[in-house]
C-alpha cells in the first residue's frame, strides 16, 4: 500500500461483463475490458490502480469471452489469489443491474464498484478514500455541457445526490457520474437489498445498476465525491480510446514507450478510416 493514500475498502467488485458493441470490430472477439491502452489492457490499469492503493480483493464481472478475461488475470495477477472473476451468464439479454446481482454475497462489507470501462487516474482513489463517511458515495466530475450519453446528476445545495439519470434535462443537470461508487457500512446493505428486489421484476433485467442509486437517493444517503482535477476517462467509442491516450499518456511507470505505442495502437487496434 502506497503511503499517500488514505486506508479504504479492502475489495473493489468491477462490471466488465459486456462486450461493447460500439467499439466494433474491435471488440469483435475481445471483450471491451481487453482493449489496450498503450498496451495494456483496461482492466490491468484498472486492477493496477487498486493494487497500488492497498485493495487486493478485487471481483470483476465478466460475460463475453470469459475464458479470456480469466487467462488475462491468471497470467498478470497470479500473486494475487483474491483477484477473481464471476461469471454473468445474462450478459447478452440483461444491463448492469444483473452483474450487481451475480456479485450481491460479495457485498458483505465496505467496497468500491466500477464500471469496466473507466480509466483513472491512481490517485484519484485517495480523494475517494478521504470523502466524509456517508454509506454511498457517488464519484462526479463538472463540464459546461452534456451529452444524451452521459449519466447525468442532480444535486442539492450540499453535494447530495437527488437523481442519477441519463434522461434528466439540463437545467436539472449538475454533473455526470463517472462510474465509480464507495459503499460504507448502511450503504452496503442498502444497495445490496435494493438489488435484490429490483430483479425479482423480470422488467429490470434490462436497468443499469445506477436506477437503485437514483431510488436510493431519495433517502438522502447519497453524497457525491467531486473527482474534478482528476484525470478519468469512460470507453464507449472508438474515439474514446484516443482520448485515454491523451489522459494517460504520461503515466510512465505503467507504460511502455510512448512513441511505439502510439503507433502500434493506431495502425494496429484502431481502423485505419477513422
Same mark, same amino acid.
Given at each position: 500500500? &502506497?503511503?499517500?493514500?488514505?486506508?479504504? =475498502?479492502?475489495?473493489?467488485?468491477?462490471?466488465? *461483463?459486456?462486450?461493447?458493441?460500439?467499439?466494433? =470490430?474491435? /471488440?469483435?472477439? /475481445?471483450?471491451?475490458?481487453?482493449? !489496450?491502452?498503450?498496451?495494456? !489492457?483496461?482492466? +490491468?490499469?484498472?486492477?493496477?490502480?487498486?493494487?497500488?492503493?492497498?485493495?487486493?480483493?478485487?471481483?470483476?464481472?465478466?460475460?463475453?469471452?470469459?475464458? %479470456?478475461?480469466?487467462?488475462?488475470?491468471?497470467?498478470?495477477?497470479?500473486?494475487?489469489?483474491?483477484?477473481? &472473476?464471476?461469471?454473468? !451468464?445474462?450478459?447478452?439479454? +440483461?444491463?448492469?443491474?444483473?452483474?450487481?446481482?451475480?456479485?450481491?454475497?460479495?457485498? &458483505?462489507?465496505?467496497?468500491?464498484?466500477?464500471?469496466?470501462?473507466?480509466?483513472?487516474?491512481?490517485?484519484?482513489? #485517495?480523494?475517494?478514500?478521504?470523502?466524509? %463517511?456517508?454509506?454511498?458515495?457517488?464519484?462526479?466530475?463538472?463540464?459546461?455541457?452534456?451529452?444524451?450519453?452521459?449519466?447525468?446528476?442532480?444535486?442539492?445545495?450540499?453535494?447530495?445526490?437527488? $437523481?442519477?439519470?441519463?434522461?434528466? /434535462?439540463?437545467? @436539472?443537470?449538475?454533473?455526470?457520474?463517472?462510474?465509480?461508487?464507495?459503499?460504507?457500512? @448502511?450503504?452496503?446493505?442498502?444497495?445490496? $437489498?435494493?438489488?435484490?428486489?429490483?430483479?425479482?421484476?423480470?422488467? %429490470?433485467? %434490462? #436497468?443499469?445498476?445506477?436506477?437503485?442509486?437514483?431510488?436510493?437517493?431519495? @433517502?438522502?444517503?447519497?453524497?457525491?465525491?467531486?473527482?474534478?482535477?482528476?484525470?478519468?476517462?469512460?470507453?464507449?467509442?472508438?474515439?474514446?480510446?484516443?482520448?485515454?491516450? &491523451?489522459?494517460? *499518456?504520461? @503515466?510512465?511507470?505503467?507504460?511502455?514507450? +510512448?512513441?511505439?505505442? +502510439?503507433?502500434?495502437? $493506431?495502425?494496429?487496434?484502431?481502423? /485505419? #478510416?477513422?
Amino acid at each position: 500500500m &502506497t503511503d499517500n493514500i488514505q486506508a479504504g =475498502p479492502a475489495k473493489a467488485i468491477i462490471l466488465s *461483463a459486456g462486450q461493447g458493441r460500439r467499439l466494433l =470490430p474491435l /471488440t469483435e472477439n /475481445t471483450p471491451k475490458c481487453l482493449l !489496450p491502452v498503450f498496451g495494456t !489492457p483496461v482492466i +490491468a490499469w484498472q486492477i493496477d490502480a487498486l493494487l497500488q492503493a492497498g485493495i487486493e480483493e478485487v471481483i470483476v464481472i465478466a460475460g463475453f469471452q470469459v475464458a %479470456k478475461v480469466e487467462s488475462l488475470l491468471t497470467e498478470r495477477y497470479a500473486r494475487y489469489p483474491r483477484i477473481r &472473476t464471476l461469471f454473468n !451468464p445474462f450478459y447478452e439479454v +440483461a444491463d448492469n443491474l444483473a452483474s450487481c446481482w451475480i456479485a450481491r454475497y460479495e457485498m &458483505t462489507e465496505d467496497f468500491l464498484l466500477l464500471n469496466g470501462d473507466t480509466l483513472f487516474d491512481a490517485g484519484l482513489l #485517495s480523494r475517494v478514500f478521504a470523502t466524509e %463517511k456517508v454509506p454511498i458515495t457517488l464519484c462526479v466530475d463538472f463540464k459546461k455541457a452534456y451529452d444524451e450519453d452521459d449519466m447525468k446528476v442532480q444535486l442539492d445545495a450540499e453535494g447530495w445526490v437527488q $437523481h442519477v439519470s441519463k434522461v434528466l /434535462t439540463a437545467e @436539472q443537470t449538475d454533473a455526470e457520474s463517472i462510474g465509480l461508487i464507495y459503499f460504507r457500512e @448502511q450503504g452496503v446493505s442498502l444497495f445490496r $437489498h435494493a438489488v435484490e428486489q429490483a430483479l425479482r421484476d423480470p422488467a %429490470k433485467l %434490462k #436497468s443499469w445498476y445506477l436506477t437503485i442509486i437514483d431510488m436510493l437517493a431519495q @433517502q438522502r444517503v447519497v453524497n457525491s465525491c467531486s473527482v474534478q482535477g482528476y484525470n478519468w476517462c469512460e470507453i464507449d467509442f472508438i474515439d474514446d480510446l484516443r482520448r485515454t491516450e &491523451t489522459l494517460f *499518456a504520461l @503515466q510512465g511507470s505503467t507504460l511502455k514507450d +510512448a512513441s511505439k505505442l +502510439a503507433s502500434t495502437v $493506431h495502425s494496429n487496434v484502431l481502423p /485505419t #478510416s477513422i
